[in-house]
């Protein structure tokens, strides 16, 4: 499957997801869908039929809340079947609205909190160096998140061990739960801040395949350095009236507002 | 205490490559020769607690056994959602290591004083928590934890009780120790306060004819319920004691399993911190005696508890003391 194909089904089923489910977050789903079709299509190495499989690249999606895309990418990638993906949010299901590695093969890292997967990830890099171990590890967060401070901590660490086997990539649309991120609290200059705590920055149209997927086939982007992959996105992409609105962090597409929004998708 | 764990880890390092010490920036003097002789199973992450127990999760899902050192409550209530999301909730085998227990670090003000630790810990899924009461049971719960699978708890002690280890004893992980015999009370500690309840033992027998049974209850998750069964069966009942707040800790646990199993023993005491914030001034012993967890304030409940449920009580000098009301 191409990768604009992937990205096209992922929407799709996290609409119908988070919709079926009443659940919250199909802004930061859409806003991410491009990041993890390329990265599932193209990038990682995995193998979806042994997902423990020792050399395999580690994914971490420290954006726990956009669960539904992981989800929805695993399924598509074959590491469980495409209809278990109807049980989301669904009481007695495995599939929690934040993304939880428990009976879910493919799973690295259960998150949900903000601020845990950079930390989890630069230790899993850090033990590679140590074992000469070849696999990367790649932590998916968002803007937003990175108000955490612990994020900090391990942004530091990272540079300070020199894991360029750790790649970084943030879906930065630009606004977070309540408001804008420039309003709530100003990241900018965003790639000046990482590059001065010693990461390699790169920025991409993070709805552009080809960007992504030429960029993140050469990390490390500098040896001896960790990787930061900053994506412009726009949050809701893929349904007109979800784009770049605050509301469609927690509000729940239902009756017209689904069927006009699963049109968008569909005929994309 | 601490001592005698490094000690014990530094032999666990030479045989088992998988350990792995992470400190916070602390254990001055005390971790340089560890660091010197395992450079691949040590690292200083700094002062960043909340990325210490991110990587330790990360380090253990790929194959390590991972020490997180440092502190007080640095190690705990700092990072205490990265111990039960990352930790706990993947059984990584993580093993968080707190210095100084209760009052350790008095003088160092309330920030240093960990004394709620065992309460918030024990709360936690998945996790096993030990608080030993004397150097052996230090390292032997070092080994213990290393080896049990999952997230564990280790609170180190600055005080300590005297050895009183058996010839042929075996430290087993949710199994309290008897360390003194004895058949009409039963004083329950957990850390190195145990040094106040062998000491209360030896004078209410040695005064007063009452012959206490110690545990060293160094395990608190998972809690030994047949040593408790047995506290309230063959004995007058139970008397706990910890350098903790009242709530959560031991004696909240062991009255939760009386509660539950319906044990009922005759006299069932807590000593442990009621007053909230401890703002006074003072080293660990200074502090046991202004907060009432010293020798004398677990004498005076001891034999109150006991005259109270016994009525009389011999002396050594072939007196005897009475029930005054």
Redesign the interface.
Known sequence: MDTATLAKHIRIHALNMTSRGGSSHIGAALSAADLLAVLYGQILRVKPDNPHWEARDRFILSKGHAGAAVYATLAECGFFPVNQLETHYQNGSKLSGHVS?KGIPGV??????L??G???????????K??EKTYRVFVLLSDGECDE??NW??I??AAHHRLDNLVAIIDYNKIQSLAPVAETLALEPFAEKWRSFGWEVVEVDGHDHAEISAALQRVPFATGKPSCLIAHTVKGKGVSFMENTVLWHYRTARGEEFEAAMRELEEA | MRDSFIKRLTILAEHDPRIMLLTGDLGFGVLTNYAKQFP?QY?N??V?E??M????????????IVFTYSIANFPTLRCL??IR??AC??GANVKVVAIGGGFSYGSLGISHHATEDLAIMRALPDITVVSPGDRWEAAEAAEAIAYTPGACYLRLDKSFAPETRGEQEQFTLGRARTVREGQDLTLIATGGILEVALAVAERLASELLIECRVLSMHTIVPIDHEAIRLACEQTQGIITIEEHSIYGGLGSAIAEVCMDEGWQPHIFRRLALRAGFSSVVGDQHYLRHVYGLDEESLYTLALDSFLAAKGRVKTHDQGELQLQF
């Open positions: 590695h690295e890292l259960s998150t949900g909190s601020g845990h950079l930390s989890v990830g630069s230790g899993m890099a850090y033990g590679a140590l074992d401070g612990s901590e391990a530091l660490f | 691949r690292l992450v700094g960043a909340q990325n127990t991110g990587l330790a999760t990360g380090l253990a899902l790929e194959g390590r959602e990265q999301n990352d909730y993947h």
